[in-house]
């Protein structure tokens, strides 16, 4: 039979101390009811005597969570534990966590206080915060710097005197895995009656170690993580809780305890947060990150269509994911490739016209980063229409740009050998250009995207359109290159039509 592992999420705490994080009250209700629905054990809301808007926000949360605990910090300080006292009062459960410094650097210069005056500081703090509930953990801040031995002391004397829960913190991130480990290990194993408070661990990212030092300290027998959604905290951050909760259930093999988190609100979790505090996730972060289940490269690709697991060791599903992806791009393979015709329901009816669009779309890959499924389109039908002659041709185009005026372009294109001309305002110059010659083609067709990549360096630079238009359900790519980014719009628009041109002639006969 596994144990529990508690997840005590501080998002709504040490996160919020991220610079510009800070959260309304009215957001901190929303994450706590998202924390809540994920299954989290505690949630800490805040440090009710920061403010008056810390302490109606924890209050508040503590009022609208049923299923978690909910949680206040305060300084080892009779006012600081009363605020927290009254802020978790309307909570189903309800916790006070309290906390003073050990190590030597900030006894003697932060708080100015002797070692015995720090233990008689705590015993007080318990003793008072048990006046508002039996639920009450404290913290030896800077354990990770504190020497071994007054640790045993303090925490041997706040278990005294009704500590619950004994949190471990890696305040400033400065512990190695092994080492944290045994300090977990060494102080299970010396404090007198030790079993009678759960162990817990709060870790910082000073070192990119905090989640690595939680689960060090979870196999030496922790049975509570502190930890923050996407691993925002003060400074470089806490340990990030969709890294521990994966990786306790995913190595069951190694871990005698697991959480009681449903995984499947991980990801919705990571975007309401990061949308709330404005901290983007970057892209590569495990388990939340775009492409934390996204595969680019042909071999990868190839071994997770034969067989999922070759390259993930857990499902995307299960963490909030819809599904897993496979990004086509210049790493993706023939095997990839032809899997995702069949999934856009493009069939070639030869191994030769497979071939010839996949030479096409490794090109196209070594111009865009990112393939995308109307690519993929265009560059089949891009095939299909690799026969057809040049219906319209740039012969002049004029462009008038200045501020404060409507730009204005006059155009001269040659369709099917006879020059035309004609003009149109338009928003910006590419658009009157675009506008002026569909005076002349009359194509009717929606244009989708238009894009420009510089093929060289420099202010003189080629550079590259692609312009997408779609008519009919019929959807192309147009690329023109010129130094005039202009012209090379126009080229391109011209190049997209010229792929339309079969039907474009069948639907303006007059043209
Ligand atoms: C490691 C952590 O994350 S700890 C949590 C950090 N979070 C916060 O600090 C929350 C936001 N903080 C605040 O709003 C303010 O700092 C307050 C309201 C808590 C205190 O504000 P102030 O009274 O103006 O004090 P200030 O912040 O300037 O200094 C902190 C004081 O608390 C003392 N102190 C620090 N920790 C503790 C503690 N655990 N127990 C008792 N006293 C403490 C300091 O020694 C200092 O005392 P001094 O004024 O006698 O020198
Ligand atoms: C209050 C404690 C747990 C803390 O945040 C830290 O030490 O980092």
Redesign the pocket.
Known sequence: MKSKLIIFDTTLR?GE?SPGASMTKEEKVRIARQLERMRVDVIEAG?P???NGDFESVKAVAASIKDSTVCG?A???ER?IERAGEAIKPAVSGRIH????TSPIHMEK???MSPDQVVE?AVK?VKWARKWTDNVEFSP?DAGRSETDFLCRILEAVIEAGATTLNI?D?VGYNLPQQFGSLIATLRERIPNSDKAIFSVHCHNDLGLAVANSLSAVLAGARQVECTINGLG?RAGNASLEEIVMAVRTRQDIFTCDTGIDTTQIVPASRLVSGITGFAVQPNKAIVGANAFAHESGIHQDGVLKHRETYEIMRAEDVGWSANKMVMGKHSGRNAFRSRLVELGIELDSEEALNAAFARFKDLADKKHEIFDEDIHALVSDEEQAMVKEQFKLVSLRVCSETGETPHAQVTISDGGKEKPAEADGGGPVDASFKAIEVIVKSGTELLLYSVNNITSGTDAQGEVTVRLSKGGRIVNGQGADTDIVIASAKAYLNALNKLAGKLERMNPQV
């Open positions: 040490d101390q440090f005597a920061a403010s910090l300084r080892a300080l600081d309290t906390f003073i410094a932060k708080l100015r500081q703090a801040e913190p305040t003060e």
